[in-house]
């Protein structure tokens, strides 16, 4: 028996079940054709689903797959049988929540794919090997943007901040100009 | 709605504008406002600027702040680079979603080129990072890289190290795990990792560590070793995770290395940090994983408290779990693991309650009283708004369900109200959980609420659904009617062939075991068959018709169907049609005149194998043909059911030789070999000789058949009855091996020895009792007569005597002179289960039903106090040495009763049926019921008799 948690994908399609971003941490699906029926029979069993805030569950071919849409984007996350859902949900949530946070509340495909570093790192920082690596959304985009600031020390609440300075400098700056 | 319309007034416009809108979207504002009817393009490019306002504002203002660099990096590209293709042309005939896709007409070729810019001397890090992610992106899209690019990919990467710009930094290390370089390039980066892993950034050390260990081998991973084990107990949890989880990774390829982490690895378990706990535990717990003991004691410690994080406390109730289960039920007194599962039900987090309700469920041996809390916390969960928890309460309990039903009952109501789920996964768990805890006042309620549901889920739940409903029919016989009708219903409805053959099942069993059923259900088949696609499902179909429906009140109603079949099929049907008319026209005199009719008209088919039957039993009806003289001859012929185990029929014919006599089919050993009794001989090196049978294990029988046939001694014994598997005199590994194999013929039985020894020649010598030995290199045979038919059991001492002589190595003769000697070998017994032969029945009611009543023996006997239920029955198994049929050998777990069904042939060719019915007390006292039904009447009193001494 299998007894540590493990994730065996994290799959980010579009509204056509084409791959924005995939992950598999399993060799449950060792080729390419496998992965790509997989992910094909997923998102056929799932579309009838209407997925929204809430994660939405379904169980088929010995997986468990754990889901929800944002937009024209569909978060997938598998793990197997015998595992504990909610384990996995946790980590479909930490996974939307940090994506959330990554693309500023413009979650959809063309900023995603436009942002494609950040999804790529985001899965690196969510999983490891299928086991959990972290589950909190805020602290999953904080390890991704860390990396992105110059000194890895500016959090996503203190850019906000310096943001809304540099638009009051700006805006003072006009002010002085006129 | 709004949205609808407009897309069925523009159907092929809208999507092109509008695709990236899901039509169950009415929550956004913003994309509602700017529906106006197919804009021309420029309007569009002015919506998706509009669209993406703020975030090209937000992200391209301050330049000034070093934090943001990263999000101008992109931002301002993307739209900029789409600008232009945008509004020249290209509009109409390519994809929405390529259309603004960053990736649009992305080309291997074309990145690798670009991926030269890594070896720039002034390394412009925005620019190496978008290679990057083209790079990355192709592989995600399933491109892959050719040894050759891959290797040059890599050592431009490499380069890469040299600048400063963290960004950058976690692309490669992103890009380096994606490539996965082979051992020699993995040094060029070692270094440089090495480097990183030390950095005073959290964040490189971290990385560093997850790349190094996913590349390297176990000779640089003991270079390395001292700072992982430094990192495991680092105080930032990045880094000390990091760590722990490439400990879980090298554990599968250097276990002996991270064994020695042990002391970190238990020093982190005690962190603050909810993951580093989590990833310490798992990996201590991998480490130990094969000392018990140690498990135990991990458990014992931690249970007491500490482990704060859910996911950790998950992984602890899978180890207490697992600890119990290898402890083995504890009764009565102390119970700390199981007090501490029930503790972890009122935990905070939901994925440890849902953890722990179902370890309780999962317990071997639970009692209703320990499930009730259990089931109390996962009844709260099926009324929860979160379809995940819902699904994984319904799950459990279905489960539960099957082993205690009773347990369940109390949630039917929340259980009904799921039926309606959206979700259909959990709608279908609810109904079988239903159909499992069920009684029968509420299956018409049900039956009215699964017709609806029926008809939108998926084929895999139809069949759950349908098992499920099979299995309350047989529980609820007098409901058959309604049940019935709902299987028939859904038969000729749409479905997949593992569905169908599912309803198929079902009903042939209730007509079985139903026989008010039967009609109607046999009615249901001939329906189905007349529009059926699947040539397995109609020739079973076909078979079961031509054995029941000759039974039925007006068997004339179904050769309409049947006969159908032979104008309309394909040739295996027709012929399967053809049987199925002959079996009609052997049972109903009244119909075989019209049957002759039918069967003459299938000479003409075109193909040969219907031609064949219809000939065949065109002969056998009329009474012309050689395989019997009188009527019961011609019915076993056409409905005698195969009593011949394939396996040796298959073994059988490919030993034949050809030759002047014909395969004989009486020959065929009848007795079903189990195959791991057949892998314990295979594995038995001891046996030499000539009967020691290396190959497949159904031929021993026949060999030792020729074995014992070529004695001449032996030749007026008649035919071998049973061979028993061999049994060892001497315990293994002992100077001397003998084994015995017992030969039971009907008046004689041949005990057959078997011995080695190393390398020195040996003489077996054997004490003859009342008759002659026979002496063989390192064989020998004893027969003992007895009385004709009776099975007489005794038990024989066993002494080897023999002379040990000395071998001249030079000439390999054995000098004259020896040595005698003595060798004590354990006694051997005949018992009753050598006189009984394993053969099973396919249908065991029906022959049961067969067989004389009066020759039914029944008596009740108590077998005392046992340790199980299981061990009871496999107990009485072997004294009787029958074989179980339909898998009534197996006891489920918790069940306070048992009835097993065995079959078997006794010495003299006498069938035997056996019907054993168990129970169990409280204090585990063992009552059984023993019917027998046999041949003989003296056989079944003989049967009792067995276990009576037995």
Redesign the interface.
């Known amino acids: 028996m299998e007894t540590c948690p493990k994730v065996k994908n994290i799959l980010l399609l579009d509204s056509e079940g084409k791959r924005v971003a995939v992950k598999y941490y399993s060799d449950d699906w060792p080729t390419l054709s496998a992965k790509l029926a997989f992910e094909k029979s997923v998102f056929a069993k799932t579309q009838k689903a209407n997925a929204g805030t809430e994660a939405e569950i379904v169980m088929f071919d010995g997986q468990i797959v754990v889901y929800k849409f944002i937009q024209d984007l569909h978060f997938f996350v598998t793990g197997g049988e015998e595992d504990n859902e909610l384990i996995l949900a946790s980590v479909l949530q930490g996974f939307s929540d940090a994506i959330d946070l990554l693309l500023r509340n413009i979650v959809d495909k063309r900023t995603a794919l436009e942002n494609l570093d950040l999804i790529l790192l985001c899965l690196d920082e969510i999983v490891d090997g299928g086991i959990v690596l972290e589950t909190e959304g805020s602290v999953i985009a904080e390890k991704v943007s860390s990396a992105h600031g110059m000194d890895g020390a500016t959090s996503l609440a203190e850019q906000t901040l310096v943001q809304a300075l540099t638009t009051a400098r700006e805006h003072l700056a006009k002010s002085l100009l006129m | 709605l709004n949205c609808i319309r407009r897309k069925e007034n523009a159907p092929q416009r809208l999507p092109f504008f509008f695709?990236?809108?899901?039509d169950?979207?009415p929550c956004?504002p913003l994309r509602h406002s700017c529906k106006p009817p197919p804009p021309p393009v420029p309007s569009l490019r002015i919506q998706r600027g509009h669209r993406?306002h703020?975030?090209v504002d937000?992200a391209a203002?301050?330049a000034?702040?070093?934090?943001?660099?990263?999000?101008v990096r992109?931002?301002p590209t993307?739209p900029a680079a789409m600008a232009q293709p945008l509004v020249v042309k290209k509009d109409d005939d390519l994809d929405e979603?390529e259309y603004?896709?960053?990736?649009l007409g992305i080309e291997k070729g074309a990145v690798l080129q670009e991926a030269r810019c890594f070896h720039d001397p002034q390394l412009d890090a925005r620019r190496c990072?978008q290679v990057?992610?083209k790079l990355?992106?192709l592989l995600?899209?399933?491109d892959t890289f050719t040894k050759v690019e891959a290797t040059e990919v890599f050592f431009a990467t490499t380069k890469l190290f040299q600048s400063k710009d963290?960004?950058l930094?976690?692309?490669v290390y992103?890009m380096i795990?994606e490539l996965s370089p082979s051992a020699d390039e993995v040094i060029i980066v070692t270094s440089s990792l090495m480097k990183d892993m030390n950095s005073k950034?959290?964040?490189y050390r971290a990385n560093a560590i997850?790349v190094l260990c996913r590349i390297i081998d176990s000779t640089l991973l003991t270079q390395i070793e001292r700072y992982l084990k430094q990192a495991i107990v680092d105080k930032n949890p990045?880094v000390a995770?990091?760590a722990l989880?490439?400990g879980?990774?090298l554990l599968q390829t250097s276990p002996e290395v991270v064994k020695r982490w042990s002391n970190e690895v238990q020093e982190a378990v005690q962190s603050r940090s909810a993951?580093v706990q989590?990833?310490a535990l798992?990996l201590l717990?991998?480490i130990r994983?094969n000392d018990r003991l140690a498990v135990s004691k991990l458990v014992t410690s931690l249970t007491r408290g500490s482990v704060r994080s859910p996911?950790a406390q998950?992984?602890l109730i899978?180890?207490t779990s697992?600890v119990i289960r290898e402890s083995g039920v504890s009764q009565g007194g102390d119970r700390p693991f199981f007090d501490f599962l029930e503790s972890c039900l009122r935990n905070k987090a939901?994925?440890v309650i849902?953890?722990a309700a179902?370890a309780i469920t999962e317990l071997n041996g639970v009692t209703s009283r320990e499930l009730t809390p259990a089931i109390t916390v996962l009844q709260l969960f099926l009324s929860s708004?979160?379809?995940?928890?819902r699904?994984?309460a319904v799950?459990t309990l279905n489960k539960v369900a099957s082993t205690h039903p009773l347990a369940v009952t109390n949630c039917n109501i929340d259980m009904e109200s799921l039926i309606s789920d959206?979700?259909r996964?959990i709608a279908t768990l609810a109904i079988t959980t239903l159909l499992k805890t069920g009684n029968e006042s509420s299956v018409d309620r049900l039956m009215k609420q699964m017709t609806n549901f029926m008809s939108d889920i998926?084929d895999?739940f139809k069949i759950v659904v349908v098992e499920a409903i099979r299995s309350l029919c047989l529980k609820f016989p007098l409901k058959y009617r309604s049940l019935m009708n709902f299987l028939s219903n859904i038969l000729r409805e749409e479905g997949g062939f593992e569905y169908k053959k599912a309803i198929v099942d079902s009903i042939i069993i209730l007509i079985r075991d139903i026989p008010d059923a039967k009609e109607s259900g046999l009615f249901h088949l001939c329906e189905f068959i007349e529009d059926c696609e699947f040539t397995y499902l109609s020739t079973q179909i076909l078979h079961f018709l031509g054995n029941e429906g000759p039974k039925t009140s007006d068997p004339s109603k179904y050769i309409r169907y049947i006969y159908n079949r032979v104008i309309l099929e394909n040739a295996t049907v027709r012929a399967s049609a053809v049987s199925t008319l002959a079996k009609f026209g052997a049972l109903v005199d009244s119909l075989k005149p019209r049957i002759f009719v039918l069967l003459r008209r299938c000479l003409f088919d075109g193909d040969d194998e219907v031609r064949d039957r219809a000939t065949l039993y065109l002969k056998l009806l009329g009474g012309e043909a050689t395989v019997g003289e009188t009527e019961k001859d011609v019915n076993d012929f056409l409905f005698g059911a195969l009593d011949i185990p394939l396996v040796n029929l298959e073994t059988s014919l490919r030993n034949y030789e050809p030759s002047e006599a014909p395969f004989d089919i009486s020959s065929v050993p009848k007795e079903t070999k189990s195959q791991p009794i057949a892998e314990k001989k295979a594995t038995g090196k001891k046996a030499t000789g000539p009967s020691a049978v290396s190959g497949p294990i159904p031929s021993v029988d026949a060999s030792y058949e020729k074995l014992l046939s070529s004695i001449p001694e032996f030749a007026d014994f008649g035919k071998l009855f049973k061979s028993s598997a061999p049994v060892e005199l001497t315990e293994a590994e002992t100077e001397y091996s003998v084994n015995v194999v017992k030969h039971i013929y009907d008046g004689h039985v041949v005990v057959h020895v078997d011995a080695s020894e190393a390398d020195e020649f040996l003489e077996v010598m054997s004490k003859p009792l009342r008759s002659l030995p026979c002496d063989a290199p390192g064989q020998t045979f004893v027969a003992f007569e007895k009385p004709e038919g009776v099975p007489a059991t005794g038990k024989f001492s066993n002494t080897l005597r023999f002379i040990v002589k000395e071998v001249d190595p030079s000439t390999g003769e054995a000098e004259d002179d020896g040595v005698d000697d003595e060798y004590q070998l354990e006694d051997l017994e005949i018992v009753s289960a050598d006189y009984m032969l394993k053969v099973g029945v396919s249908n065991f009611r029906n022959a049961w039903e067969s067989m004389d009543p009066e020759s039914e023996r029944v008596d009740e006997y108590g077998l005392g106090v046992r340790e199980s239920l299981a061990e009871a029955v496999s107990a009485v198994i072997s004294i009787l040495g029958m074989q179980p049929c339909e898998g009534t050998d197996v006891v489920p777990s918790n069940s306070r009763s048992h009835t097993c069904l065995l079959s078997g042939v006794f010495i003299g060719n006498v069938k035997v049926l056996v019907r054993l019915s168990f129970g169990i007390s409280a204090p585990k006292e063992v009552a059984m019921k023993l019917a027998v039904r046999s041949d003989d009447p003296e056989i079944s009193d003989k049967i009792h008799e067995i276990v009576a001494n037995g």
């Open positions: 695709p990236s809108q899901p169950s979207d956004c993406h703020p975030r937000a203002a301050p000034c702040s070093p934090a943001l660099s990263s999000r992109v931002a993307a979603e603004y896709s960053p990736f990072c990057i992610t990355l992106y995600n899209q399933g963290a960004g930094r976690r692309m992103l795990k950034t959290d964040m997850r990045v995770s990091a989880v490439s879980i990774y993951l989590f990833h798992a717990h991998q994983q996911l998950c992984l899978r180890y697992q939901e994925m849902l953890e179902r708004s979160k379809p995940v928890l699904f994984a799950r959206q979700n996964s998926a895999e």
